[in-house]
Nanobody, 128 residues
Framework: QMQLHESGGGLVQAGDSLRLSCVASGGTFGIYTMGWFRHAPGKEREFVAAISWTGDVSYYADSLKGRFTISRDNTKNTLYLQRDTLESEDTARYYC?????????????????????WGPGTLVTVSS
């Protein structure tokens, strides 16, 4: 049973940059396609980005392309999400999710219950 734990959230200023981390424990991180999702107040859950288990393929939501960078370090069992120039609309709870050997592009449409694992999320609040 793999566990995921996000960190790096908090209260930040608009225009700041932020890097979120998701550390995996208790499983073989390197066989999981990983994704980032976010849930803003009053909005539906939103796919942000996904990355293949090897880290060589990444995929972004069209509406967010160019604003986030997803990466992973399999030697550290860690997934990252980098955001430069934060905006108030980036305020949300950010979650990482894992699905074993899954197609990167299809992570965006996978129902929440179909993921193998979810982290509890980390809250990012952007103050303008």
């Amino acid at each position: 049973q793999m566990q995921l734990h996000e960190s790096g959230g908090g209260l930040v200023q608009a225009g700041d940059s932020l890097r979120l981390s998701c550390v995996a424990s208790g499983g073989t991180f390197g066989i999981y396609t990983m994704g980032w999702f976010r849930h803003a107040p009053g909005k539906e859950r939103e796919f942000v980005a996904a990355i293949s288990w090897t880290g060589d393929v990444s995929y972004y939501a069209d509406s967010l392309k160019g604003r986030f960078t997803i990466s992973r370090d399999n030697t550290k069992n860690t997934l990252y999400l980098q955001r430069d120039t934060l905006e108030s609309e980036d305020t949300a709870r950010y979650y990482c999710a894992a699905k074993k050997y899954y197609n990167v592009q299809n992570m965006a449409d996978l129902p929440p219950g179909a993921m193998d694992y979810w982290g509890p999320g980390t809250l990012v609040t952007v103050s303008s």
